[in-house]
Nanobody
Framework: QVQLVESGGGLVQAGGSLRLSCSASGLTFSMYTMGWFRQAPGKEREFVAAIRGRGGRTYYADSVKGRFTISRDNAKNTVYLQMNSLKPEDTAVYYC?????????????????WGQGTQVTVSS
């Protein structure tokens, strides 16, 4: 049984930082591309960042490029999202997801497994 468990969300002031973690179990972690998505109130879920299982190539949405960094530790089956220079518009529930695809990392439907999400709130 595959489980993805996010942690690290919370309330932070604009300009602050948070680091999200996603711990995975029940899958061969290094074989999966890991992604972060987010969903703000009243909006559709959107892609934030992804990292390939091997090689560690990373991808970012334009809205977070230069502020967020995705990384992974395959020995710990964990993926991270370091979020700096946070803005109120970054407020959302952040979801971790896993896909066996190494090329289709941007679309929700490519992801096979999802965590339950962690709330990030950025106050102005």
């Amino acid at each position: 049984q595959v489980q993805l468990v996010e942690s690290g969300g919370g309330l932070v002031q604009a300009g602050g930082s948070l680091r999200l973690s996603c711990s995975a179990s029940g899958l061969t972690f290094s074989m999966y591309t890991m992604g972060w998505f987010r969903q703000a109130p009243g909006k559709e879920r959107e892609f934030v960042a992804a990292i390939r299982g091997r090689g560690g190539r990373t991808y970012y949405a334009d809205s977070v490029k230069g502020r967020f960094t995705i990384s992974r530790d395959n020995a710990k089956n964990t993926v991270y999202l370091q979020m700096n220079s946070l803005k109120p518009e970054d407020t959302a529930v952040y979801y971790c997801a896993a896909t066996p695809s190494s090329s289709d990392y941007y679309t929700e439907t490519a992801y096979r497994y999802w965590g339950q999400g962690t709330q990030v709130t950025v106050s102005s």
